[in-house]
């Protein structure tokens, strides 16, 4: 697809480390992990390629429209990307999940940066560039950093859309901060009581070879499936940072309380739910759940994908989000007419309540 071609070479040329070098660190070193996945060379050498990778990115961002910018808050100073900083465009807010950071969000944010001011902020303790004060944190002062970025960035309501733990996020903050909040889109949420702690139990004792089998329930669309390089670099990078030490924190921190179950009544703004059929890190309970306990949602299957909608899924969220935000009106600029032009998106369905046979 054009679109990975492009990174592709923005990332060749603006990495630190020589790709010669970096394809003979995968081949040599990297790719035989699976035998030895804990090997300290093997973890020293792919976190230089995340960290030279991510600065890369950054780069390519700033230099498309995405400024760089940090605002200190309580927690420490968060960086954030940020489209216009000027514009009074409303903004749109992406939050991202377990383990990843903003750039996760680069295609979406691409395909809708000239509709609105686009705000992609990375949570601390992830894979992206904030730096916290403590070396744990909490869901609640994780919900908290997300409020002081939004009053800082502006006096008006915004919209929001979160993935997975960015999900649970946008669903705290929209049920005990409304009046920031404008819209909802919800990506493959987290943040209920049904299966309660699974999550935390399947990575603290994740393995390198238990996590090659939940790999396809989480980003299961092509391409990171099947391209062979990709899928095995994305692999690697996904299950470093799910095993990391302050994802395994934030888990063990996770109360019954800071779960969503009684709050959802309250979530009165419109909003929209994408969930990914093929989901295999969260229980599909959880769509129904939210269906039926939110007054004002619209919900639906994305067939043939798994967690990970932005990434899996780029069209699917940009047609939807580009609806349930009325921007139909504001044409598509050209990076979105190109990935209209050679990508389709996957089917969608209703989430129908009476479908779901299961107690919960």
């Avoid at 997300?146 to 999900?167: A, F, M, Q, R, W």
Wanted: charged residues 20%; positive net charge; proline residues 5%.
């Amino acid at each position: 697809m054009s679109y990975l071609g492009l990174s592709s070479n923005i990332l060749a040329k603006n990495t630190k480390l020589n790709r010669f070098i970096r394809l003979n660190l995968l081949k040599y070193i990297v790719r035989p992990v699976r035998k030895v996945e804990d090997h300290d060379v093997i973890k020293s050498t792919e976190i230089q390629l995340d960290k030279s990778i991510s600065i890369a990115f950054k780069k390519y961002l700033n230099a498309i429209g995405f400024q760089s910018k940090k605002i200190p808050t309580q927690f420490g100073e968060m960086h954030y990307y940020d489209s216009a900083p000027n514009s009074n465009l409303t903004p749109l807010i992406f939050i991202h999940g377990l383990g990843s950071s903003a750039q996760s969000w680069w295609i979406l944010a691409q395909m809708l940066e000239n509709k609105r001011r686009i705000i992609m902020p990375d949570l601390f303790h992830m894979a992206g560039f904030s730096k916290a004060n403590n070396p744990v944190m909490d869901f609640l002062e994780h919900s908290k950093s997300i409020v002081e970025l939004i009053k800082t960035i502006t006096n008006e309501k915004v919209d929001i859309c979160g993935l997975s733990l960015g999900g649970w996020i946008s669903l705290h903050i929209s049920a005990t901060e409304k009046e920031l909040i404008n819209k909802v889109i919800l990506m493959n949420p987290a943040g209920l009581k049904i299966n309660l702690f699974a999550l935390r139990d399947t990575l603290t004792y994740l393995s390198w070879t238990k996590f090659q089998t939940l790999y396809p329930g989480i980003m299961k669309a092509f391409p990171y499936t099947g391209a062979l390089f990709l899928s095995k670099t994305a692999k690697r990078a996904l299950f470093r940072n799910l095993k990391s030490e302050h994802v395994k924190d934030l888990l063990k921190l996770s109360k019954p309380e800071h779960f969503m179950d009684n709050f959802l009544s309250k979530i009165k703004c419109p909003v929209l739910l994408l969930w990914g059929r093929e989901d295999q890190l969260l229980s599909n309970q959880i769509p129904y759940v939210l269906t039926e306990k939110i007054p004002n949602i619209k919900a639906l299957w994305v067939e043939k994908c798994a967690h990970v909608l932005s990434l899996e899924a780029p069209i699917n969220c940009y047609l939807e989000i580009n609806h349930f935000l009325n921007l139909f009106g504001i044409r598509d600029n050209p990076f979105t007419k190109t990935l209209l032009s050679v990508s389709k998106p996957y089917p969608t369905n209703p989430i129908e309540i009476k479908e779901n046979n299961h107690d919960y």
